[in-house]
């Protein structure tokens, strides 16, 4: 069972602050993927003209998708934590489960079954990296262990001999 995280904000704010940071993210990386792809297709000489056009076409609405997928997982995440009263890898899988499935209810229940596992899983995977991470870094801030005791007057074989 983890701790709770006392860093973050509590959360009615945590949502809030979780739609802003995704869609930042999404809009920043919008604008770079669709000013490049702009001056891409642009004819040459008007390369600077199409990606700005293009960036300030599409960017918002990629800082809109990813702003309401990160909304909807944090309300999902708070709405799950406050009913299982813990705080635990499975809060973020049944969040993505639950977000997937709804962002795709509009195409119908079978794509929205499938979208929902396909969501659940890739936050499985994020969330199993995550423990393995933690766990490598855990090992490497170990203290060394200690040279061990000298016994009757010899030094162990561990230690060496001067």
Request: net charge positive.
């Amino acid at each position: 069972m983890a701790s709770a995280d006392h860093t973050r904000d509590p959360c009615p704010w945590v949502i809030l602050n979780d739609f802003g940071g995704a869609f930042a993210m999404g809009a920043v990386g919008g604008g770079l993927w669709y000013s490049i792809k702009g001056a891409r297709n642009s004819p040459r000489g008007e390369r600077f003209v199409g990606a700005i056009s293009s960036m300030k076409a599409r960017a918002p609405v990629t800082g809109g998708n990813f702003g309401i997928w990160g909304g909807m997982f944090s309300t999902f995440d708070c709405a799950i934590k406050g009913i299982r009263q813990k705080e635990d890898a499975y809060n973020a899988i049944a969040s993505g489960f639950l977000t997937g499935g709804c962002l795709a209810a509009r195409s119908g229940p079978r794509s929205a079954l499938g979208s929902a596992i396909a969501c659940g899983i890739l936050l499985g995977v994020f969330e199993g990296v995550g423990v393995l991470m933690s766990r490598v870094f855990a090992e490497t801030q170990r203290p060394p262990p200690l040279p061990a005791p000298m016994t009757g007057g010899q030094p162990t074989p561990s230690t060496p001999s001067l």
